[in-house]
């Protein structure tokens, strides 16, 4: 079996959805039936995939699509280039690490898009007016197009069947993201200037939805208190977006300067390293899709404080400080962030359901039944069946 994995995005910087598509190459080598993976990235991507943590294998080939940075190009070379290279390299499946728009006519095998959330529907800040229209207009062209859906969490699942048609919603299936411990932790600090102060972490890009701004607040909340040491450090890594200027400006205004640390592009070994040395992990999300950084600190033994999201419940289940958003959330998030780092650190949890083994078995699952027949497909996590679907097929 030999599959495409197409992960050619805008990001330079590692972020969830490159760390998603690498990891699904990560799954895929580990079984014998997969003969060749292809993965397709960006010129601007090319130091990811290490990054990311991929081991070089015989059977993987890195591809680098011509394409510029502009949002137009990227979107164009997935639509006319990118059936043209499946075709060229006799690839079996396709599998999309994030929606872009798909020529379905073009493509001679079946395509797979992964759907980490639908911010387009959910939460158009994040993309701003007029680009949600756009996003939204790429979004449900996609999931018209491929053959199958691959939702990251069951509540990813479930805002696709409240904002799609039911002949797309009912070819999703839901395939958790890829969560394993890490073994290898950094020995240097990727924190500049950094002297053994203790520190909160908060793994987020820069998005509306990650609620950065009332962390802040929260913050500085607590050291205007007294509440932690003033040489009590934050931590945020993820890359810029749409809110970075109002974070940096509200920083300004709060005179945290000296207080908060931006960071990205951190290898997996750096990451790692932040997990395992900070005080506790705050995730204070409006919305998520899966809850990564909420998983992978729980993975590594942290106290975790996160918002009372579904997302977050469905990762994580009882094992954090969860804080319900809305009215005097700022004071909620900043006692629950006292209240965990009273508490002694727990043990590193297990999710095996988050698992590679796991996870690449049910990605060849679905993939044998695409590949061999147009028969319903059975969700390997729940009881939902998919079909490949050709009547609703668009064009843009």
Not at 5 to 11: H, M
Not at 60 to 75: F, K, Q, V
Not at 166 to 171: C, D, E, L, N, P
């Amino acid at each position: 079996m030999k599959i495409l994995v197409a992960a050619a995005s805008y990001a330079s910087n590692i972020s969830g959805i490159q760390r998603h598509a690498c990891n699904v190459v990560r799954c895929l080598l580990q079984q014998q039936d997969v003969s060749f993976v292809h993965l397709v990235i960006a010129p601007w991507q090319r130091k990811l995939v290490r990054a990311a943590g991929v081991k070089p294998d015989v059977r993987l080939s890195t591809h680098i699509a011509e394409m510029a940075p502009s949002s137009l190009s990227r979107n164009f070379w997935h639509y006319r280039r990118l059936p043209e290279l499946a075709a060229r390299l006799e690839v079996d499946l396709v599998h999309l690490t994030y929606p872009v728009p798909v020529n379905a006519a073009a493509f001679s095998c079946p395509t797979v898009v992964t759907l980490h959330d639908m911010y387009p529907y959910e939460i158009p800040m994040n993309f701003g007016f007029p680009k949600f229209i756009f996003n939204r207009l790429i979004l449900m062209q996609c999931l018209r197009n491929v053959d199958a859906i691959a939702c990251v969490s069951d509540i990813t699942r479930r805002r696709l069947e409240q904002y799609s048609s039911a002949s797309v919603w009912r070819k999703g299936i839901r395939i958790y993201n890829c969560v394993e411990a890490q073994p290898v932790c950094a020995s240097q600090s990727p924190l500049p200037n950094w002297n053994d102060d203790p520190f909160l972490l908060c793994v987020a890009q820069h998005r509306h939805n990650k609620n950065l701004p009332l962390l802040i607040r929260a913050f500085d909340r607590l050291r205007c208190s007294g509440q932690i040491g003033s040489n009590m450090k934050l931590v945020i890594l993820g890359i810029t977006a749409q809110d970075t200027r109002n974070i940096y400006r509200l920083m300004s205004t709060l005179n945290l300067g000296e207080s908060i640390c931006f960071l990205e592009g951190l290898s997996e070994a750096e990451l790692q390293w932040c997990y395992t040395r900070c005080e506790a992990v705050v995730a204070p999300s409006l919305t998520e899709g899966f809850g990564l950084p909420v998983a992978e600190g729980l993975l590594a033994g942290c106290r975790i404080v996160c918002s009372d999201i579904p997302a977050h419940r469905e990762v994580a289940g009882g094992q954090c400080r969860f804080v319900v958003l809305g009215r005097d959330a700022e004071i909620r998030l900043a006692e629950a962030i006292v209240e965990a780092l009273k508490a002694p650190k727990g043990k590193p949890a297990a999710f095996p359901q988050f698992s590679a083994p796991i996870l690449a078995k049910q990605y060849l699952s679905l993939y044998r039944r695409l590949i061999t027949s147009a028969v319903p497909v059975e969700n390997a996590g729940n009881s939902a069946s998919i079909s490949v679907a050709t009547s609703e097929r668009q064009s843009l």
